[in-house]
């Protein structure tokens, strides 16, 4: 079975950290395209926006909002996919979710927003993160 099970989040104060992290299975995790996508509480229409991805080749990509403050990861001996979120801020509270192209030949990164999960082949669950001042 395909899954990509989603890990961390929570609540915190600004200024605070969280790492989030994905655990693939059934898909070959070295081969795959990530990405982190991130929907606003209340976001009427399911949609998401890109915080980061990371290509098979090692290219990542932030978004303008998380460089400097976010950092992605691949472990591919644990088949692992992480965020490690510092500075947050309250414009950050949403539900973020990681994902993967498993074959590896989609770009991640989306131009302003879309449907979510309507873009790459396995999705996490999602995960709220909420950030207070």
């Known amino acids: 079975e395909v899954q990509f099970l989603q890990f961390g989040g929570g609540s915190v104060q600004a200024g605070e950290s969280l790492r989030l992290s994905c655990t693939a299975s059934?898909?070959?995790?070295?081969?795959?395209?990530f990405g982190w996508y991130r929907q606003y509480a209340g976001n009427r229409g399911n949609e998401c926006e890109v915080?980061?991805?990371?290509?098979?080749?090692?290219?990542?990509y932030y978004a303008p909002f998380a460089k400097g403050r976010f950092t992605i990861s691949t472990d591919n001996a644990k088949s692992t996919l992480s965020l490690q979120m510092n500075g947050l801020n309250r414009d950050d509270t949403a539900v973020y979710y990681c994902?993967?192209?498993?074959?590896?030949?989609?770009?991640?990164?989306?131009?302003?927003?879309?449907?979510?999960?309507?873009?790459?082949?396995?999705w996490g669950q999602g995960t709220l993160v909420t950030v207070s001042a």
């Open positions: 915080v980061s991805s990371r290509k098979r080749d090692g290219t990542t």
């Open positions: 059934g898909f070959r995790f070295e081969r795959s395209n």
């Open positions: 994902a993967a192209d498993s074959d590896g030949v989609m770009d991640p990164v989306v131009d302003g927003t879309f449907p979510c999960a309507r873009y790459l082949d396995v």
